[in-house]
């Protein structure tokens, strides 16, 4: 069996700001740190770092390199990144503010080159019971979803960043879906509790295992195992919450793809969320699995 995480890779020019610049104001940041990221990069390495060996598919352009020497060195398999000499690679500018929290700006660059002869290509390289992790930051993710699926893949999607071309994939393709509530409600146009949102999921991935993550309040599983909740993890301090959601992804797919339950998933990727908002950066704060195991089991002998 074999992880195909097909998505973006792409640099984070991360500004240390007050507060996020508002209409018409010139602000000054405190500082800039330039990081390797994308959704597909981070979500790859997190599942390389909870034990699962990932080819990650995507496409960089000439600064690019950086990018692939970091999920290289993190034991990723590059084989199937393309090289084009324009546009750049993808890149993001992210603001965070002094309590951790973010707003990203994304310039999608090589990202969004990938066409329906690369899809086919990669592919042919998959065979039924594969996995398949994407996210929306690349192009041609309607003809992925559908190709893959006629393979016989088994296809997780993280809908992050929503946006409106989203709706043309065929969400009865999905067999797991890992989301926020905001990206819930703005999916199904719920404005009510979670167990409304729930059932809403359900109607609109009707063929998916459904895992909601509620930032503090920890996040939820529904699916075949029933609905199972997990509290969050408290942290003493959030120093920057990039890429959270992204270790969440990556943790819970692994443990899923090891054979362990619904409950046990969500507890390890909440616990290495948890460690990730403690760090700056995207990729870089993705903790490695001894680190998240002993957070998981002393958390466990506290409660
Ligand atoms: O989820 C965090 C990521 O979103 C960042 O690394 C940035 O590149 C954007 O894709």
Same mark, same amino acid.
């Given at each position: 069996m074999q992880v195909l995480s097909f998505g973006s890779l792409n640099l984070d020019y991360v500004y240390q700001v007050d507060h996020f610049v508002q209409k018409g104001e010139t602000l000054a940041s405190t500082g800039l740190q330039v990081f390797c990221g994308g959704k597909g990069l981070n979500q790859s390495l997190a599942l390389q770092k909870a034990g699962v060996t990932v080819r990650h598919a995507g496409v960089i352009g000439p600064d690019g390199q950086i990018l692939l020497d970091m999920l290289e060195k993190a034991g990723? *398999?590059? #084989?199937?990144v393309q090289r084009v000499k324009e546009p750049r690679s993808g890149n993001a500018i992210i603001q965070c503010d002094r309590q951790g929290d973010n707003c990203i700006m994304l310039y999608g660059g090589a990202n969004q080159v990938v066409d329906e002869a690369m899809v086919d290509e990669i592919l042919n390289e998959f065979v039924p019971g594969d996995y398949l992790l994407v996210q929306?930051?690349?192009?041609?993710l309607p003809y992925l979803v559908r190709r893959a699926h006629e393979r016989g893949m088994y296809i997780v999607l993280?809908?992050?960043?929503?946006?409106?071309?989203?709706?043309?994939? *065929?969400? #009865?393709?999905?067999?797991l879906i890992i989301l926020n509530e905001i990206e819930g409600k703005a999916l199904t146009g719920c404005a009510g509790d979670i167990e409304e949102l729930l059932e809403r999921l359900c109607g609109v991935f009707p063929c998916a295992e459904i895992v909601l993550t509620l930032g503090e309040d920890g996040s939820i599983y529904h699916g075949k195992e029933g609905t199972i909740r997990e509290k969050g993890c408290r942290v003493r301090q959030v120093v920057d919450t990039t890429a959270a959601g992204d270790t969440f992804t990556g943790y819970y797919l692994a443990e899923r793809i090891r054979g362990r339950s619904a409950a046990e998933a969500l507890r390890t990727a909440s616990c290495a969320s948890a460690i990730a908002v403690?760090?700056?950066?995207a990729s870089v704060s993705i903790p490695e699995l001894d680190e998240v195991q002993k957070f998981t089991s002393d958390l466990q002998e506290s409660r």
């Open positions: 990723v *398999d590059c #084989s199937l929306n930051e690349i192009s041609s993280n809908p992050s960043p929503i946006d409106e071309g989203l709706f043309q994939l *065929d969400f #009865s393709m999905i067999d403690t760090r700056k950066g």
